[in-house]
């Protein structure tokens, strides 16, 4: 089961910061998000804001060369965890990374098509940018999906 939490446009890369704010708000251990978006959408703009609403520890920036990156965090045991699944091709190489899946938040970029299959229930977030360049507006799609996010207040 999913259920759509919210859909708007994002002007600026403040903005994509603040929304990572506000997801932070409703994060807790075990959860898992999926970003999806082409080059520069702003995924991890996004969390990077994600990361300072969870009080995380250090600079959160792509994790591209070493594909993941644990984040301790001032305000908490759990972890927040950012993978860059670019060069993962399947669940079994994420699997390798032996990441805590139930005790971690874990943010993972380009992990449609396999990441799904780590958790019950998972954020999907499709980041959409206009291809012409005309706009640097980007329409983002919050998605929740299995029962943790069946309730789950829509994200304004």
Do not use: C
Not at 69 to 93: C, F, G, I, N, Q
Request: glycine fraction near 8%; proline fraction near 3%; hydrophobic fraction near 40%.
């Amino acid at each position: 089961m999913s259920r759509q939490l919210a859909k708007f446009e994002i002007a600026t890369p403040e903005a994509m910061n603040e929304f990572g704010l506000k997801v932070a708000k409703i994060l807790k251990a075990g959860d898992l998000v999926i970003l999806t978006g082409p080059l520069g959408a702003g995924k991890t703009t996004f969390t990077r804001g994600v990361g300072e609403g969870l009080q995380a520890i250090g600079n959160v920036s792509s994790p591209t060369f070493v594909i993941a990156r644990t984040h301790k965090r001032s305000s908490s045991e759990t972890p927040l965890v950012h993978v860059d699944a670019y060069r993962l091709s399947s669940v079994h190489e994420f699997d390798d990374l032996d990441i805590d899946i139930e005790r971690s938040i874990v943010l993972v970029e380009w992990g449609r098509g396999f990441a799904e299959d780590l958790a019950e229930a998972w954020l999907d977030i499709e980041i959409e940018r206009d291809q012409t360049g005309e706009s640097e507006i980007r329409t983002v799609t919050l998605v929740g999906h299995g029962a943790r996010f069946e309730n789950e207040e829509a994200l304004a």
